[in-house]
Nanobody, 125 residues
Framework: VQLQASGGGLVQTGGSLKLSCAAS????????ICWFRQAPGKGREVVSC????????SYSESVKGRFTIFRDNAKKTVYLQMSSLKPEDTAVYYC???????????????????WGKGTLVTVSS
């Protein structure tokens, strides 16, 4: 089982980045895929999730309207398009797979079945 996150980097305030999460070794369309982030000295928080097959999405209040999550099951890849980036978006971003998720819940790290390695996003002021 592997979730490979990529696309992080350094960007100026107001800029954009697109993260990718490529899945392998499991049936990805049986899982909701979420993006978490962890800023220095802080806990890991969920940013956005997308459902297994009907593209229902959810976003944290801090990114709503700026980030968009979407998936391509044929490519086994989930993307996070980030726009209007702010310095407070600086963090390591992780993609994660969860078998049990609904848009009315806030997924915690304990609810994740598989984690990918993170990709660092740095937003300069």
């Amino acid at each position: 089982v592997q979730l490979q996150a990529s696309g992080g980097g350094l960007v100026q305030t107001g800029g954009s980045l697109k993260l990718s999460c490529a899945a392998s070794g499991f049936t990805v369309d049986l899982y909701a895929i979420c993006w978490f982030r962890q800023a220095p000295g802080k806990g890991r928080e969920v940013v956005s999730c997308i459902s297994k097959s009907d593209d229902i999405t959810s976003y944290s209040e801090s990114v709503k309207g700026r980030f968009t999550i979407f998936r391509d099951n044929a490519k086994k890849t989930v993307y996070l398009q980030m726009s209007s980036l702010k310095p407070e978006d600086t963090a390591v971003y992780y993609c994660a797979a969860a078998a049990w998720w609904s848009p009315t819940m806030t997924l915690t790290p304990n609810g994740v079945d598989y984690w990918g390695k993170g990709t660092l996003v740095t937003v300069s002021s």
